[in-house]
């Protein structure tokens, strides 16, 4: 067994959380779309879960590296240092950060698009509710309503 075993398992799960998180950001266009409440409170209740975990493998990953380094006698842990003195491996880890950084840049492209499309869903109920409930667009100098919309007398001079 290397001294970079423990983070190659950190990557590799951290990989795995990422695919699964980038999967269900992409079904959550479909809640969004639905205007599924319910669903979406799940979503986040989900993401919530999911930053906490990548969290706590992301301070797991930090003390393999510092482990290692610290067995292999290294002062400064980065990836050609440890590909100098473990090629391969090192080369693994590198293939498996790379793989995340795509995963991330994924994901946030994912959430990107998701933040739009819920502010059109939010700009459309806005309209509807609006057009159920007018509000006036007009006010004095005092800032108070000008009656445009408030009923009126009509009386007829002669």
Do not use: C
Request: aromatic fraction near 4%; hydrophobic fraction near 45%.
């Amino acid at each position: 067994m290397n001294d970079l075993e423990p983070a190659l398992t950190v990557i590799d799960s951290i990989r795995k959380a990422l695919e699964a998180e980038v999967e269900r950001a992409r079904q959550e266009r479909a809640l969004i779309r639905t205007m599924d409440v319910d669903g979406l409170v799940r979503r986040a209740t989900l993401r919530a879960s999911f930053n906490e975990q990548v969290g706590r493998l992301q301070q797991d990953l930090a003390s393999a590296l510092s482990g290692a380094g610290a067995a292999l006698g290294l002062k400064e842990v980065t990836v050609a240092a440890l590909r100098a003195v473990l090629p391969q491996p090192a080369a693994q880890l590198d293939d498996g950060l790379a793989a995340i950084r795509s995963l991330a840049a994924a994901l946030a492209e994912l959430d990107e698009l998701n933040r739009i499309l819920g502010q059109r869903a939010l700009s459309y109920v806005r309209a509807y509710l609006g057009a159920l409930n007018p509000t006036p667009t007009a006010y004095t100098r005092r800032g108070s309503s000008t009656g445009i919309w408030q009923s009126r007398t009509v009386s007829r001079v002669v």
